[in-house]
């Protein structure tokens, strides 16, 4: 793993934004996994000014989201489909056809949880999955006791979940209980992971996904289990991490980090 440290939220994402750039040149056929909420904002909102200024291509990318509310239409605002159109898609030169959110609608959802892992797999793996860490440890919505090796599967949002997302709701009440969350496993056989994390609200967290203990009561402590992780965190949600110094130096020094310093 490696800790990348930027002084604001805005080069934080900036810099995750280059990152997932980079890789679609590298592999115009890419298939990204993505996350929604308000860190990644930035980082989509970054991505569509490349693509109209610098002519970044999405036209052959394929995408696969983490998560979706259960019992939400598409369009309603709320749904994560929505956010997804709103911040990315509609802005981009992407195939709809070639973004893939779970449906939460769907009258089975065991079935619809087993399809979405075969979609997944039919396209050959997710090549870069980026994260954002919830203030509940989840990544995706893999709360706290989901098994390392979970898969796609419906699950119940913790009372944290729901606080903090809810005023995302006009009326907070109307936010979903449960939701449709690829697997920590899932998750973990993309072949490279990108996590951002920026705020003062996350340094507790992000200290312990990084450099905690591994515990299915933080989710996000399994990236430790992968071999290709990047975390990007702004200076704020930095404060508690101990390795610090490490981190800057490997930034400052590697020959791979060179274009972005
Ligand atoms: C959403 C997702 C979640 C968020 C996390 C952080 O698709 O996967 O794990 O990344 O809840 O949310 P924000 O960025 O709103 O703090």
């Known amino acids: 793993m490696q800790v990348v440290i930027r002084s604001t ?6 810099l995750v934004a280059h990152m997932v750039a980079s890789a679609i040149r590298e592999n115009p056929s890419i298939v990204l996994g993505l996350a929604t909420g308000r860190t990644m904002e930035r980082v989509y909102e970054k991505l569509v000014q490349m693509h109209k200024e610098e002519d970044l291509d999405f036209s052959l990318a394929r995408t696969f989201n983490l998560d979706e509310y259960i019992g939400l239409q598409p369009d309603n605002v709320n749904s994560y489909r ?12 992407i195939d709809k056809r070639n973004t893939f959110l779970p449906d939460g609608m769907a009258e089975d959802l065991g079935v619809e949880c087993g399809h979405y892992e075969k979609m997944i797999k039919k396209l050959g793996g997710i090549d870069l999955q980026l ?4 203030r509940a440890g989840h990544i995706g919505f893999n709360e706290p006791l989901s098994a390392l090796q979970s898969r796609t599967r419906d699950k119940s949002l913790t009372p944290m979940t729901i606080s903090e997302n809810s005023g995302e709701f006009a009326n907070p009440a109307d936010m979903p209980r449960r939701a449709i969350t690829m697997g920590v496993g899932t998750i973990l056989e993309a072949k490279r992971l990108l996590v951002l994390v920026t705020g003062g609200t996350k340094a507790e967290i992000l200290a312990k996904a990084v450099e905690g203990p591994i515990t299915s009561m933080v989710s996000a402590t399994a990236i430790q289990l992968h071999g290709n992780v990047q975390v990007v965190a702004s200076d704020s949600a930095a404060t508690l991490l101990t390795g610090r110094e490490y981190y800057d130096w490997i930034f400052d020094n590697e020959p791979e980090w060179a274009e972005y310093r």
């Open 9 to 14: 939220k805005a080069d934080a994402s900036w």
């Open 82 to 93: 929505y956010y997804m159109n709103h911040h990315l898609f509609d802005h981009i030169n």
């Open 131 to 134: 994260l954002g860490i919830g």
